[in-house]
């Protein structure tokens, strides 16, 4: 089945220590993104790719690393410099280059919790 | 600057009872519109969207939404909710005018009681 997988679901990281988190998507599509979901707030842009190679920051990306060397992958590094990373992590893929005219593919997501 | 409000956070509702859960958003331009469902711990999965032509939505587990440019509003409804219905639901707006992003509403926890 295709499908968007993230891994781990849970991780736990002390705090000053950079963490990267895992997206993979075989559903051949060519944008994917990155949100940060705290309750009550709903959900918040980290970082979205259209292409291979190339990303924009979201509304949020301050404290956060990015890369898209594969059309399928799309990795997230937390880092230290993220002052309050404790949080879900959603990661999205979409069919065309637009976010407007496409729907949202999540993957299942990843709990992170710094101590 | 797009926006997105869901009126009510939590609605708790008796099994087999009908249900409303409100979105209103702002936008100066035309809109794509958007109800995800989350259960817990897990990914959204798209519930239904209104990209053009008729106002009246239908979606997936009976789901159905209405949109209503006047009010600039787009309320989820279903008129017999079952226990798995319970879940977190998303209303979302994206721009259609530009390579612009999705905005989400903060979200309604809807509890089915039995």
């Known amino acids: 089945d295709g499908g968007i997988t993230q891994s781990p679901k849970y991780l736990f990281r002390k705090e000053g220590q950079n963490v990267t988190l895992s997206c993979e998507q075989n559903l051949n599509h060519d944008a994917m993104y990155w949100y940060r979901q705290d309750p009550g707030q709903g959900l918040r842009l980290i970082y979205y790719s259209q292409i291979v190679n190339d990303f924009q920051k979201g509304d949020i990306a301050e404290g956060y690393s990015v890369s898209r060397e594969k059309k399928e992958s799309f990795p997230l590094t937390v880092t230290s410099a993220q002052k309050n990373p404790t949080a879900f992590y959603l990661c999205?893929?979409?069919?065309?280059?637009?976010?407007?005219?496409?729907?949202?593919?999540f993957g299942p997501g990843t709990r992170l919790t710094v101590t | 600057a797009q926006s997105v409000t869901q009126l009510d956070s939590q609605v708790p509702v008796f099994e087999e009872a009908p249900v409303e859960l409100r979105c209103n958003y702002s936008?100066?331009?035309?809109?794509?519109l958007f109800w995800y469902v989350q259960y817990p711990n897990q990914g959204l999965q798209l519930l239904l969207k209104y990209l053009s032509g008729s106002t009246l939505v239908k979606g997936i587990n009976g789901f159905e939404a209405e949109f209503n440019k006047s009010q600039t509003s787009f309320h989820l409804r279903k008129p017999s909710v079952h226990i798995s219905d319970t879940a977190e639901y998303f209303c979302?707006?994206?721009?259609?005018?530009?390579?612009?992003?999705?905005?989400f509403g903060p979200g309604t926890s809807l509890s089915v009681i039995p």
């Open positions: 936008s100066s331009v035309s809109v794509y």
């Open positions: 979302a707006v994206s721009d259609k005018t530009s390579y612009d992003k999705v905005i």
């Open positions: 999205a893929s979409t069919r065309g280059p637009s976010l407007s005219t496409y729907e949202q593919y």
